[in-house]
């Protein structure tokens, strides 16, 4: 199935005292790309978490945020007594108590003196939780990428049934081109040599038509460009689990290529016109297929 790389979803909850909540959010990218916004405390998870992510989504920029507001006593740190008393017996050892008093506030800014380890604490406490809450964001967020992606398939086959449309068109015009340009010559020839009394012979005619058809024979192309939107009609097959986006945007230039050879092999106004309709389409494809994983 065809899916979309636009999506968003996010879940929260309380827990022991915690408020967690994460969000997820993904916009187009040509490959993975990963942007992490943690807490402090949870920088210990950021390799992991991106691996959760790329283990999952193939293609596109996924922004995960996840916030935490721990109201308990676990997110606070340690003092460090043995640190502290070190520091306030050389205070003391130069200014006497009065240093130290002075002072007091100071101290817990040197090193040392504060171990904060309540990080620790918060990580070991929302991990399993933050897990269920991705697996509950991800799911929002798969589900508005496989809405949006029915939505961006359904476009697509449009394009492909108009392509499939015209060269059909095409195929049936192509034959038509050498007779008219046969009866074209033919015309010019005996116009030119009226004047001296003869006739344009047969042969020559022929010979000059069967140069041209060769010239302007398109039918390898028609068919290359058939096989094209024979793949790309697999693609789009709703059962198909595989991602697809960068193969639908190769896809589309191998089919402009056949549409642009036909037009320049062709020399035919109504084969024209039709090819300029089949390029607008593929350039649509390219669009759309920017849009999908």
Excluded at 204 to 225: G, K, P
Excluded at 259 to 284: F, G, H, P, Q, Y
């Amino acid at each position: 199935m065809i899916r979309s790389m636009t999506g968003h979803g996010a879940a929260a909850c309380e827990h022991e005292g915690m408020h967690l909540a994460v969000e997820l959010r993904s916009v187009n990218n040509r490959s993975f790309k990963a942007m992490l916004r943690l807490p402090d405390s949870l920088g210990s998870l950021e390799g992991e978490l991106e691996a959760w992510l790329a283990r999952r989504i193939g293609r596109g920029t996924v922004s995960l945020t996840i916030r935490i507001g721990d109201g308990t006593s676990r997110s606070a740190g340690r003092i460090n007594v043995q640190a502290l008393r070190s520091y306030m017996d050389q205070l003391r050892s130069v200014g006497g108590d009065s240093a130290v008093a002075s002072l007091a506030g100071a101290l817990l800014s040197l090193p040392g003196v504060v171990i904060d380890d309540g990080g620790a604490a918060i990580c070991a406490a929302a991990r399993p939780v933050i897990e269920r809450l991705l697996d509950e964001a991800a799911k929002a967020l798969f589900a508005m990428r496989d809405r949006e992606g029915e939505a961006l398939r359904l476009q697509l086959l449009s394009f492909g049934e108009l392509i499939e449309s015209r060269l059909k068109e095409v195929a049936e015009r192509a034959p038509e081109v050498s007779r008219l340009y046969g009866e074209r010559l033919k015309t010019r020839m005996n116009a030119m040599l009226s004047e001296a009394g003869v006739a344009a012979r047969h042969e020559d005619v022929l010979r000059e038509v069967a140069t041209f058809a060769e010239r302007a024979d398109v039918a390898e192309e028609v068919q290359r460009l058939g096989g094209h939107l024979q793949q790309f009609r697999k693609l789009l097959d709703a059962k198909n689990a595989d991602v697809v986006g960068r193969t639908l945007d190769f896809l589309a230039q191998e089919m402009l290529r056949e549409a642009n050879t036909i037009a320049s092999k062709a020399s035919d106004l109504e084969i024209a016109r039709r090819v300029v309709e089949m390029k607008t389409a593929i350039d649509r494809i390219k669009e759309q297929a920017a849009n999908a994983e």
